[in-house]
């Protein structure tokens, strides 16, 4: 009701002032007064609102910076976050230094040089010095943002080294699931085909190959026996016929897969990725120890969604189809932030920074960045619940009872 009162005399506050103007305007023709002729007092009035108007708006300007100063998030927690700060300070001092002075100037002179009519202004069609002024300092300006932040990137981008923790981010509508690797320090393969309640992250094993493919064989024979009863109307035969053929399909996918799953094995031995995964761990914990470097390796099961560590200054897409990786070293623990900020409340936090649907805003998972003992003490509780013993770890995909079994993705899926 407040917001539509003031809304009514905002309207009418400026319906008046288009009236009022509007008399002044036939005021002024009465009095012969021509629209063009401007008076000195005028033109001053307009000098000094300029004025004004500068002074008003950096003070606006100022007022913004320290209000909302609270807002702004503390101290980088990595190591090469402090470095993308300081290089987007450098920029931010550069830009503001260009951006104080060219306003300041465009005011001042418009006020200053207020229209008189004794006054010539300055012809200058032409002048080489200003010219090669106004290219070079940019130029010379510009060059130096690119080499800085092209060498932080550079930084920022390089291979993670071999001694890094690594952890996959995996990503979906709309939750995270964390994936470490078990005792082997190796995260096994994964496959979008065997996606199910018992394996969100579709991590290939022989193991997990044989459940879904005997999962999705009996599912199929229960099919096959019921459509062979012959107790359903045509309609829900022929729906079910087309389930079966899907499933069929789905199994020849699989199969598929094992067969590139017995061939790597054959060639690579004990080395092949297929045989890595069976001691991952699939959690909703997300620890990472402190001042050690960390490979996060990054996937999405859906759409586009982005791995986003504010407090660490890290970003990262999640894409659908492919695996991006993001390495970091952070270099304040969880417990040392809250001191930092007085909050014991304090938790880093991973979120999602692609709209990516409805929920988008709620898909996030703490994180917290421990000493390195404390860490270890963490890992070596967690690796005993390896993925292969799915059937007595803690469900990941609990919130989700749409997707129960390898049948309903299945059929969902295709
Ligand atoms: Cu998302």
């Not at 300007?61 to 700060?85: C, N, Q």
């Not at 986003?308 to 970091?328: D, E, S, W």
Request: proline share 4%.
């Amino acid at each position: 009701m407040m917001k539509l009162l003031i809304l009514l005399v905002l309207v009418l506050g400026i319906l008046a002032i288009a009236q009022l103007v509007r008399v002044y305007e036939l005021s002024s023709r009465l009095r012969g007064k021509r629209e063009e002729d401007i008076s000195p007092a005028d033109n001053r009035m307009n000098a000094r609102l300029m004025w004004l108007f500068c002074v008003v708006y950096f003070g606006f300007f100022l007022w913004l910076v320290i209000r909302y100063k609270d807002k702004m998030l503390p101290v980088a927690a990595s190591a090469h976050g402090v470095e993308t700060d300081w290089l987007l300070n450098f920029n931010w001092i550069i830009l503001l230094i260009a951006f104080v002075l060219t306003n300041v100037l465009l005011f001042y002179f418009a006020g200053k040089y207020v229209y008189d009519k004794n006054r010539r202004s300055f012809w200058q069609p032409h002048n080489n010095k200003l010219e090669l002024i106004w290219t070079v300092i940019p130029a010379l300006v510009l060059a130096v943002i690119i080499i800085y932040g092209l060498n932080t990137w550079n930084k920022i981008t390089a291979p993670a080294t071999a001694e890094a923790v690594q952890v996959e981010l995996y990503a979906k509508q709309f939750d995270w699931t964390a994936r470490y690797p078990g005792k082997d320090g190796v995260l096994g393969a994964t496959d979008y085909r065997l996606i199910s309640g018992t394996n969100p992250l579709g991590i290939v094993t022989r193991a997990s190959v044989a459940a879904s493919l005997a999962e999705m064989e009996e599912t199929l024979a229960e099919m096959e026996n019921t459509v062979a009863n012959n107790i359903l109307p045509d309609s829900k035969v022929s729906e079910l016929n087309a389930g079966a053929e899907r499933l069929r399909r789905h199994i020849a996918r699989v199969i598929n897969l094992r067969q590139v799953m017995e061939q790597d094995i054959a060639v690579n031995g004990g080395a092949s990725i297929y045989l890595a995964g069976s001691d991952d761990v699939v959690t909703k914990d997300f620890y990472l120890p402190v001042d050690n470097e960390v490979k996060l390796v990054i996937r999405s099961r859906d759409v586009l969604h982005s791995m986003y560590l504010p407090h660490m200054r890290a970003q990262m897409n999640a894409v659908p189809g492919m695996t991006t990786t993001f390495k970091m070293t952070p270099t304040i623990t969880t417990e040392a932030m809250r001191a930092e900020l007085k909050d014991p409340k304090f938790d880093y936090v991973l979120l999602c920074n692609k709209i990516c649907g409805s929920s988008h805003y709620n898909m996030q998972m703490p994180l917290t960045v421990t000493s390195a003992s404390e860490y270890e003490a963490w890992y070596a509780d967690l690796v005993k619940k390896p993925f292969e013993a799915a059937d007595e770890a803690p469900q990941a995909d609990a919130q989700e009872p749409a997707a129960t079994s390898d049948t309903q993705a299945v059929l969902g899926m295709n």
